[in-house]
């Protein structure tokens, strides 16, 4: 049962992830969305339904982690599950960050095309590319510090698979030892029988043959002293 957990755990990470890196992409075309509104709506209701798969996700694998037998091992996954809630979030915040900042830029590109001259315009896009620059890179930051971390889990599963590996190896080597001790054991019973059998059958024979020569000294003697007899 416990390995069944094990294995549900590693699936519902590996879909916290993959929701994470959705909504990450998500919030990158909010940023470099330039319009119209409709556009953004239809982004931001994507979002909303990412981050409700996601938010399930959570609390499926913190779920899980009550579920388990070792303390140590349910504090790990609850660790694990509270690290992609800060995640959560932090996506949440860089989500109302884009939206805010999509929404002044989409205003100002309008407003610019009603109001103002052509120098202004410029001015504007030059610092809404700077805004959204500047978005992409905490993005693309945040992606990396992503992949290292599924690269640190990566790691300790091959080391923790080697461990498991190792250990199989002990008991069954283990097990051909008692094995042998087993034959053994019962090789040595089966000689044990075999030596008493034959002590009881020498010692017969030696009482018999006693038994014998009592007998013929007593003939002669009585041959000898009385053979009127």
Known sequence: M??????????????????DLEIKALIQDISE???????????????????????????????????????????????????????????????????????????NLEKDELLCAKDTSVTLRKATKKNLAQTTSDITESLMNISRMMSQQVKQSEETMSTLATSSRTVQETNEEFKAMTGTIQLGRKLITKYNRREFTDKLLIFLALALFLATVLYILKKRLFPFL
């Open 2 to 19: 416990a390995g069944s957990l094990d294995v549900h755990v590693r699936i519902c990470g590996q879909e916290i992830v993959k929701y």
């Open 33 to 107: 969305c330039s319009g119209p509104q409709s556009e953004l709506m239809e982004l931001n209701c994507r979002v909303k339904e990412t981050f409700n798969l996601l938010r399930q996700r959570i609390q499926d694998m913190e779920q899980m982690a009550k579920e388990q037998d070792k303390e140590s091992d349910m504090i790990a996954i609850l660790n694990e599950t509270e690290g992609h809630r800060k995640q959560m979030l932090s996506n949440q915040t860089a989500w109302r960050k884009a939206n805010l900042a999509c929404k002044v830029s989409i205003d």
